[in-house]
């Protein structure tokens, strides 16, 4: 068998391994299926379903640090608030990364979900160079945008229409983990957490 570094998001057995511990139907909201794994110094480190960070809490490897409000997993003579935020027991070095992968839900993330054009609520991306002039789709290139702003400014350069940017777009810093954190839509309860990640 080739040696594998030890994982503690993923090695461990599946839910259904352990005898006894299933979910509640119904008791966990859809939106809290996932929860946010924080290293032991409190960074955010993964996303993990909230079977395996059930798993994770049972076998000592992590504690709950928020749990959702009412939903519980039940075994026989046990019952777990389920986590909406967990902690890892031991500290895991991450290895570093040097360019956070760009995505959509990253730079809308990354912009607080705020057009950078007109500052309303922005669900789309942009290039700021446009993809037709030879613009990448790279951090530094994609604002987040709201629908209006985006259509407006279609194939065009900023200077062509007068618009500017108030803030320079660029990677999201590596610190606090925010390279697993930024592949997701955040839960409002994680928000706390994430802070340093933006
Ligand atoms: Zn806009």
Redesign the pocket.
């Known amino acids: 068998m080739p040696h594998r570094q030890p994982d503690p998001t993923g090695t461990d057995p599946e839910p259904g391994e352990i005898p006894g511990i299933m979910p509640v139907p119904g008791v966990i909201p859809t939106g809290m299926s996932r929860v946010l794994l924080l290293n032991a110094t409190f960074e955010p480190l993964a996303v993990v379903t909230a079977k395996r960070a059930v798993v994770l809490m049972l076998t000592g490897k992590a504690e709950c640090v928020e749990a959702t409000t009412g939903g519980v997993f039940h075994s026989e003579n046990l019952t777990i608030p389920a986590p909406s935020v967990m902690r890892l027991s031991r500290y895991v070095r991450v290895p570093y990364r040097r360019s956070v992968p760009m995505t959509r839900a990253g730079v809308l993330r990354r912009d607080g979900r705020r ?6 609520r ?1 669900d789309t991306i942009d290039h700021v160079v446009p993809r037709s002039r030879g613009g990448a789709h790279t951090w530094d290139n994609c604002v987040a ?2 629908k ?3 259509s407006k400014k279609a194939d065009r350069m900023l200077v062509e229409l007068g618009w500017s940017l108030d803030v320079v777009p660029r990677p999201p810093s590596r610190t606090a983990g925010g390279v697993l954190v930024l592949a997701v839509e955040p839960l409002p309860a994680w928000e706390p957490w994430l802070g340093a990640a933006a």
Request: hydrophobic residues 25%.
């Open positions: 057009c950078a054009y007109c500052g309303r922005a945008a709201c209006g702003c985006n």
